[in-house]
């Protein structure tokens, strides 16, 4: 059994929302699908996580207390941390700045509260990631 636990890579996710019903449900999500789930539900908190924890991707809610979600994505890039960014909002409003638009961490694809099709926001977290290792 360890031998298939050496084999399977772990890849970790951070899921950054304020609600904590949201947080459980990609969490549950992300782990049945072999990912290793790390939830924040302010930036300020995920920023701190980030520290001592690597992420592959993340899944950004836009509006948080304190520091929003695009100016999270912003601090990535000032740290220098190459994370795959999926924008996942409830404000139907809500469009990507041209800023972030051009960044190939950051998906064009912006997934609206509630999801009902979590396949499709991991399949757009997969993308994300080959765009990077192919652009990058």
Not at 45 to 74: C, H, K, N, S, Y
Not at 77 to 102: M, Q, W
Request: some cysteine; hydrophobic content about 40%; overall charge negative.
């Amino acid at each position: 059994m360890v031998d298939l636990y050496r084999r399977v890579r772990v890849k970790t996710i951070l899921i950054l929302d304020d609600e904590q019903a949201v947080r459980q449900s990609f969490s549950d999500y992300f782990e049945d699908r072999f990912w290793f789930p790390i939830q924040a539900e302010s930036a300020e908190e995920a920023l701190g996580l980030l520290e001592t924890q690597q992420a592959v991707a993340a899944i950004v809610d836009v509006r948080l207390p304190e520091m929003d979600g695009t100016d999270f994505i912003r601090e990535l890039c000032n740290r220098k941390l190459t994370i795959a960014c999926v924008i996942c909002t409830g404000s139907p409003e809500f469009e990507l700045p041209p800023d972030l638009h051009e960044l190939i961490t950051v998906s064009n694809t912006l997934f609206k509260k509630p999801v009902s099709d979590l396949d499709a926001l991991e399949s757009e977290v997969v993308k994300t990631l080959e765009r990077m290792a192919n652009e990058g």
